[in-house]
């Protein structure tokens, strides 16, 4: 009878947390209509209209997903970490996300979409440019938070650094990026993701262009001499990383995807282990975070999805 009353507890407290503020999947009215500039047509994304009193805060996707499931992207899971922020005080207009890749549905096309130019940093900044300034003006905020995985940790970056925008951000949750490059790039035959069907990622492709290595033109600029750049100007930064799989870091199995070489998009063999880790930032370390991709069973997408994370986003951003 305790546990049966404990329960009902529980979903009470759920239902008003949720009746508080729920998350949606679209802008609200009047927000600015912001034209992806590589597909060229609308961005999709979440936020809702009125003033903010906490710093906004803006959620990027990694590369192939997007900012809620699509009819194909069945992950989209940062309106769902964002609804355990409304859960926790924070309100709906302080809350958005960006797709910057569409809904995906060009990859049924071609799956080398996943490697080419739109879904490069470069190719998407003006993109987050033009959503930042307009989330500023729709809440009347002069800051804004950032959580972003994956490649959404280096478009963060990128954005910043070019315009520099570090002011501008208060504090950053870079979940498992890829600050120095990712394992998916190399020449070797045993790298399956070169294949068109697996997303074409070879040496010259344009992801791997950027990313392809610890020292490519792309990561030596947006680093900075001897990792000088890794965390420019005032901005706090909360790095949380996988440290025992990670399909794009590390040469083991991650869930469903069998591991490639580490061997970096020049031929040298590389240890990507640590490139999701910044100088200086706080830290946060985990393992098993494929139990909450239930689809592949990934720690890389898993650790976007995980209450772990959620929490320690929440005690970050708080202080």
């Known amino acids: 009878m305790k ?41 999709i994304g979440f936020g809702a209209a009125g003033t903010a009193t906490r710093t906004p805060v803006i959620f990027l996707h990694g590369n192939n997903d997007t900012p809620f499931p699509t009819a194909c992207s069945p992950y989209g899971n940062a309106r769902a970490f964002a609804q355990h922020l409304a859960d926790n005080g924070w309100q709906p207009q302080e809350l958005w996300g960006l797709g910057y890749q569409g809904d995906q549905c ?5 799956q080398t979409f996943r490697s080419r130019i739109g879904h490069t ?13 307009a989330v500023l003006a729709s809440t009347g905020a ?9 490649l959404g940790v280096t478009l963060a970056r990128e954005w910043m650094r070019q315009d520099r925008a570090f002011a501008t951000v208060r504090k950053l949750v870079a979940v498992d990026g890829p600050n120095h490059g ?3 790039c190399s020449p070797d035959p045993a790298n399956y993701f070169q294949a068109p069907e697996a997303g074409g990622f070879t040496p010259d492709s344009a992801v791997c262009e950027e990313l392809g290595s610890p020292n490519t033109p792309f990561l030596q600029r947006l680093n900075g001499p001897g990792g000088s750049g890794e965390l420019a100007g005032p ?85």
Do not use: M
């Open 3 to 43: 546990r049966w009353i404990c329960t009902l507890a529980a979903l009470a407290t759920t239902a008003l947390a949720h009746a508080a503020g729920t998350v949606g999947t679209t802008f609200p009215d009047g927000f600015p209509v912001i034209e992806d500039a590589t597909l060229q047509q609308p961005v």
């Open 235 to 319: 901005t706090k930064v909360l790095v949380v990383r996988n440290t025992d799989a990670s399909f794009v870091y590390l040469p083991v199995q991650d869930g469903a995807i069998f591991p490639v070489p580490a061997i970096d998009s020049y031929g040298v063999p590389t240890d990507f282990s640590g490139s999701a880790l910044l100088k200086g930032a706080r830290r946060l370390d985990l393992t098993g975070q494929g139990a909450y991709d239930p689809i592949l069973g990934t720690g890389h997408i898993g650790i976007f999805n995980s209450p772990q994370t959620w929490a320690a986003t929440v005690d970050f951003l708080r202080r």
């Open 142 to 150: 002069t800051q804004v938070d950032i959580v972003a995985h994956s």
């Open 121 to 133: 940093n470069q190719a998407n900044v003006p993109d987050l440019r033009r959503f930042v300034a």
């Open 182 to 184: 990712i394992i998916n």
């Open 106 to 110: 060009n990859l049924v096309e071609s």
